[in-house]
């Protein structure tokens, strides 16, 4: 869950549209399993067309999966080079908000963040381009880099296709 | 992995992310690291060093670059490298894995796709021994309709290289594929 938040604002990661954490019916407390609300995308996932290739005889055309692959390449970049979350978040949490201005307004932790959120997206754009100015120079700014690695790259992720909803559970270890 | 929306790619399920880089300092956090990898990621794109999680190895985002590699190569033939492999041999898929046991379709083990790559994918994968590159077949003119770009052959080659270190960290990937579509500029089939 904390990783949908975290890359919630990244172009070519998924983006969670609400969640929610559930007691499962008799069962005891500390199991709880989350919800996780998002969106559905109607063309399948890579895997649904290397299944259709297969099926029909046919190929990738190589320049467009090799688009495609480099679409994904990018994503990950952002997640292997985490660069902090384009507005606020990061910043506030390192205590210089003032950097963005009503920034001071958003320090609040928790629930609030989610509040900041149509503010991220408004204001992602813009950091797009700063974005693209900062790579290459090493770990910028607040916080630098922060690295993750997504450890399950495969071409069929997700959901199957539920009607535009798709309820994978996560089960919390802790807390 | 990706949903299309166009031609956007979409990475998704991120269940499964971890902070890079996880230095694995104790036996516990070994099993615990493996465990996870055998719960969250699959199989057959799933990387050598997670199959076998040893104190004192790293865990990076490199796992990342395995998987894309076998990614790519699923575009392309239609299965994981590693899946295809074990179906053919009988193989267990963890053998194939870390043994880095595999090849392409139109790379039989009698034929010749460039003995340079032979060498090279050779020399990381020790023991392998069942294509050995002898021969001098010029061009590697592949019977079947899988014909794949050398160059697109060499980003899975340079992903899917056992020793993590090996690999293309992410800006080098990407600096490959691009390499690959200016060379591709038109030529489709």
């Given amino acids: ?175 | 992995m990706i949903d299309d929306t166009g031609s956007a790619p979409i990475l998704m399920d991120l269940g499964s992310v971890a902070a890079s880089p996880l230095p694995i300092t104790s036996a516990t956090l070994a099993i615990a690291t493996q465990d996870t990898a055998a719960e969250h990621s699959t199989m057959p794109y799933r990387a050598p060093e997670l199959f076998d999680v040893q104190t004192g190895f790293v865990i990076d985002t490199k796992v990342d670059i395995w998987s894309m590699g076998c990614t790519l190569f699923a575009c392309l033939v239609g299965k994981s490298p590693f899946e295809m492999r074990s179906d053919e041999t009988g193989g267990t898929l963890s053998l194939c894995v870390q043994g880095g046991d595999w090849r392409f379709p139109d790379e039989g083990p009698g034929q010749t796709g460039g003995g340079i790559r032979r060498a090279g994918t050779n020399s990381s994968i020790k023991g392998k021994g069942v294509d050995s590159g002898g021969g001098g077949g010029g061009s590697s003119a592949s019977p079947d309709q899988l014909k794949i770009s050398e160059t697109i052959k060499e980003v899975v080659r340079r992903c899917l290289k056992v020793e993590p270190a090996e690999r293309p960290d992410i800006d080098e990937l990407i600096a490959m594929v691009e390499d690959v579509i200016k060379g591709l500029t038109g030529d489709d089939e």
């Fill in chain 1, 1 to 175: 869950m904390e990783a949908y938040r975290i890359f919630g604002h990244v172009p070519g990661i998924i983006h969670s549209i609400d969640h929610a954490v559930a007691t499962e019916r008799g069962a005891d407390e500390q199991s709880k399993t989350v919800y996780v609300l998002l969106p559905f995308y109607k063309r399948g996932n890579l895997q649904d067309m290397i299944n259709a290739n297969l099926v029909n005889g046919t190929r990738f055309p190589e320049r467009k999966l090799m688009v495609l692959f480099l679409g994904v390449c990018r994503a990950l970049k952002s997640m292997h080079q985490y660069k902090g979350a384009p507005v606020g978040m990061e910043r506030m949490e390192m205590g210089d908000g003032d950097t963005e201005p009503g920034g001071g307004g958003r320090r609040k932790r928790g629930g609030k963040r989610v509040a900041t959120l149509s503010k991220v997206n408004e204001e992602d754009e813009e950091r797009e381009q700063e974005r693209g100015l900062l790579e290459g120079e090493g770990p910028v700014g607040e916080g630098g880099i922060k690295s993750y690695a997504h450890r399950d790259i495969k071409p069929g992720m997700g959901g199957r296709p539920f009607p535009s909803v798709h309820l994978p559970t996560f089960y919390l270890r802790s807390s």
